[in-house]
């Protein structure tokens, strides 16, 4: 099982000439997921070597426009590329009338589906399950609604102990299967060989959480908890505490605070405010309180 995340922009609400706003590329076990688009996410797409058609599920945490204005655009142009495959798309209630209302307005019309799957709840929710992985969304706290996102993998099946199962000439291959999928398995004389004995503990799944745009919120600690990596948004220092509450926005302190609450692998910083011209400060606030956080590089992939 492999999992990376490519971060495309992590800038706060202006595009600049070194930055774009808020936008990620995940793979994990063969799928493709972008999670926000701000404007300029379809270029640093093409500089990710990243085919387009191989996205066909975009998570969008809210309807601020250095979130979601790229959205436009890039839907476009997987209509000018020949796109057939229906694409997916999750976000707050209100993003299928803003898309359409551009589309009607610009008289795009589409060979593919867009299948919208608007989000109101203020509880955290399964959103999309397959054979392979999860999504459930993390209520944040915002000046508008939104959600932060949790990709985890299911757990694999476990290994088959060879060394074991060859004491037992009844156990034949037809039987691995159940094997690995944790059964037991009963001997002709009536004995049960107990799963554990056969079989070693599967790899644990892994898990990576995208928090961006929120007040501080430890109530999604528990939801998070174990996390093998967390980005999370650190718009302000902590001497600017009260312009990160009237604004919406966490501190690098309380971002550091979450990721050792929710005891997550790593976190990651971003979305920061444009004040800042040297981001090691955030560094130097957060790796006090949890040691293993880092800054954001565009482009670059971070295994998971």
């Known amino acids: 099982m492999s999992a990376k995340i490519t971060i495309l922009g992590y800038n706060s609400a202006i595009p600049t000439v070194s930055g774009i706003p808020t936008s990620q590329y995940l793979e994990m076990n063969e799928r493709h997921f972008l999670i926000d688009c701000g404007e300029g996410t ?16 975009i998570f969008i945490s809210h309807l601020h426009g250095d979130h979601c204005f790229g959205l436009p655009g890039l839907i476009s142009s997987f209509r000018l590329l020949g796109r057939e495959a229906p694409l997916h ?12 209302t ?13 299948i919208y799957h608007e989000l109101s709840s203020k509880q955290s929710e399964l959103i999309y399950e397959d054979h392979k992985l999860t999504v459930h969304t993390i209520p944040l706290n915002h000046r508008i609604y939104a959600n932060g996102y949790l990709f985890r993998e299911k757990q694999g099946l476990r290994h088959l102990n060879m060394e074991e199962i060859k004491k037992y000439p009844e156990i034949e291959v037809c039987d691995y299967h159940k094997l690995k999928k944790g ?32 007040r501080f919120k430890p109530d999604i600690v528990p939801i998070i908890k174990g996390v093998d990596v967390l980005y999370h948004e650190a718009t302000f220092l902590h001497d600017l505490k009260e312009m990160a509450d009237y604004t919406g926005h966490t501190t690098a302190m309380e971002a550091a605070l979450i990721a050792k609450e929710a005891e997550a692998g ?26 293993n956080t880092f800054l954001p590089e565009a482009l670059k992939e971070v295994e998971i």
């Open 42 to 57: 379809q270029v640093q797409l093409r500089r990710a070597r990243v085919k387009f058609s191989k996205i066909n599920h």
């Open 89 to 100: 798309i999750y976000g707050p209630k209100g993003i299928a009338e803003m898309l359409e």
């Open 102 to 114: 551009i589309f009607r307005i610009t008289d795009s019309h589409r060979e593919f589906n867009v």
């Open 183 to 214: 059964e037991d398995f009963l001997l002709s004389d009536g004995y049960l060989l107990k799963n554990e004995v056969l079989t070693t503990p599967a790899e644990k799944g892994k898990s990576y959480a995208f928090c961006s745009d929120t």
């Open 266 to 291: 790593k976190l990651i910083l971003g979305h920061f405010s444009n004040r800042y011209s040297d981001l090691s400060v955030f560094l130097d606030e957060t790796r006090p309180i949890f040691p």
